[in-house]
């Protein structure tokens, strides 16, 4: 009775793999089908102290998640999910941490923070990412008030770049790419609210900084995620003004000495520098 | 897809060791339709009598992979369904302010090539108002883009110099006469060297350096020594094109 009723199940199982196979296969060639782009989402963890279990859908899609910790970008379709937030290794029947219902609008590129809100309870914040290229030589610079704490500035150098920033708000701005001393005060100036970090913020980088933790538990500090690859090379490297006759012997000697030099350099450098030398006549 | 497959069904037998391997020998001992046994039954056969009850047909369809949540029959249908159900572990990276800490870098000061009588000495650089390379009207002092990497670390690394500059030959006003072959050096602020042979020499039309790879902060490790070069255009005052010395480490 037993065997019958599992080779039962393993004929359904046999069933639901063709069943699958159809749909997907259908659904590759009905390339017309409008379905939203998925969001491709990095999840932050700033939830400081809290090894944590992340839960999607009812799903434990990051287990033992360590704060001040990211993933990478993560394609999650696009609508409504729930998120629940267990401490690491708690029962999924465990009534969660936090419990937060996240919309991901469609081809939505973005953060998905995990943090103290003004209130200091834990709270979900999605912003989204700018990750558009910065101009050579420099870096953007994405703070993001993800803590519980009042609002405040944030000094580079001890100048203010950023005058006020709101509890569960972000601010940007291209800075020189470079190293700084970072402080952050409350509005009036004085004491630093977190200890005065330095960083270097990369040519070329868009550098997301998580203000984390709680002013009143004397926990306030920074997360930070930095992305590369962002770079834009510089536009032209102009090195004469023809006030000399240099190159010796003029123009034409030089283009005929690199054809003699990609000569002995082999085959691939001749067509370059014959490609050059059509160019330039 | 195989090999996380399994991995899922055997983390999925360790966890609900009784049942799941319960199940397994079921199938195993009771080849329907002549497959070969599945994956878990070799693993995990403990005696029937432990077996729970099964129930068949009371499963979700095949998305839910997850440990120690799963009823136990799903065990089975991720076996039996493998390459539709795993999901791919989330890679996650420290995302503490550490990871901006700045990193001390050997900068380059100066480059000596034999070959040409070239000894220059070497400054970091960004760019000017114009988006350029900026380069001091010094002829005779070389620039080192300082946001790209060092000349021998991984990228491509760019040094440059004048051909002419308010009348005085420029330190680089030879370049295009490198030889291929040659190996020249460069010295860095730790008083270290490094020795470089060239590989290439090309003329490339401007504004080619801005998307050409000459400012590539990764891949294969190169430094480029750049300068003009080409016909000069008298409207704009600037050559047309720039010479290209690409080397690498020696």
């Known amino acids: 009775m037993a065997s019958s009723s599992i080779g039962q199940f393993r004929s359904w199982l046999v069933a639901l793999g063709v069943v699958v196979a159809v749909v997907g296969g259908s659904s590759a060639v009905d390339a017309q089908a409008p379905e939203p782009a998925p969001g491709t989402i990095r999840v932050v963890h700033g939830l400081r102290g809290l090894v944590a279990d992340i839960y999607l859908d009812g799903t434990l899609v990051l287990p033992t998640f360590q704060p001040e910790r990211a993933t990478d970008p993560l394609s999650i379709p696009a609508g409504d999910h729930l998120v629940e937030i267990r401490s690491a290794g708690a029962a999924s029947t465990e009534t969660p941490l936090l419990t937060q219902t996240v919309t991901v609008p469609a081809g ?18 999605a912003y989204a990412d700018d990750l558009t290229a ?20 944030v000094l580079l150098n001890q100048q203010a770049t950023f005058d006020d920033v709101e509890a569960e708000t972000e601010a940007s701005s291209i800075v020189g790419a470079g190293p700084y001393e970072v402080s952050v005060t409350g509005l009036a100036g004085g004491a630093p609210l977190a200890a005065p970090q330095n960083v270097q913020y990369a040519d070329g980088t868009a550098n997301f900084m998580y203000l984390i933790g709680s002013q009143a538990d004397g926990t306030l500090g920074w997360a930070a995620v930095s992305i590369g690859n962002l770079q834009t090379a510089p536009a032209m490297i102009q090195t004469g003004d023809g006030s000399t006759t240099s190159p010796p012997g003029g123009h034409a000697t030089t283009i005929a000495l690199i054809a003699v030099t990609a000569a002995i350099a082999g085959a691939g450098a001749l067509v370059v520098s014959r490609r050059r030398l059509a160019t330039v006549r | 897809m195989r090999r996380p497959a399994v991995a899922v069904a055997l983390g999925m037998a360790l966890i609900g060791a009784t049942a799941i391997g319960a199940v397994a020998a079921g199938i195993g001992g009771a080849p329907a339709d002549g497959e ?41 249908t991720i076996a039996a369904t493998a390459t539709t159900t795993t999901i791919a572990p989330i890679v996650t990276h420290a995302a503490t302010i550490d990871l901006l800490a700045p990193v001390a870098i050997a900068a380059p000061v100066a480059v000596q090539v034999p070959a040409l009588d070239i000894d220059g000495p070497v400054t970091p650089t960004g760019v000017n108002e114009l988006g350029e390379l900026a380069v001091p009207p010094d002829a005779r002092t070389l620039v080192w883009w300082q946001f790209g990497p060092t000349p021998g670390a991984p990228g491509s690394a760019v040094i440059a110099g004048h051909l002419n500059w308010r009348g005085v030959e420029g330190v680089f006003s030879d370049l295009a006469d490198m030889p291929v072959g040659a190996t020249f050096t460069v010295t860095y602020d730790d008083d270290s060297q490094r020795a470089f042979v060239v590989r290439t020499v090309e003329l490339v039309d401007k504004p080619a350096v801005a998307v050409d790879g000459t400012f ?35």
């Not at chain 1, 910065?134 to 500035?153: F, K």
């Not at chain 2, 190169?222 to 690409?246: A, K, P, Q, W």
Request: aromatic content about 2%.
């Open chain 1, 134 to 153: 910065v101009p050579a030589g420099e870096s953007r610079l994405v703070v993001r008030h993800t803590a519980a704490a009042e609002d405040v500035a």
């Open chain 1, 108 to 125: 939505f590129q973005g953060s998905l923070v995990a943090h103290l809100g003004a209130d200091g309870n834990p709270t979900l914040t």
């Open chain 2, 216 to 250: 590539a902060k990764d891949g294969e490790t190169v430094l480029r020594l750049v300068t003009c070069g080409g016909e000069f255009d008298s409207s704009t005052r600037h050559y047309r094109s720039n010479v290209i010395v690409t080397a690498v480490p020696a």
């Open chain 2, 36 to 76: 070969p046994p599945t994956a878990p039954s070799s693993v995990a056969a403990p005696p029937a009598t432990t077996a729970p009850p099964v129930r068949v047909g009371t499963t979700t369809p095949p998305v839910t992979t997850t440990p120690g949540t799963a009823p136990s029959t799903t065990a089975t």
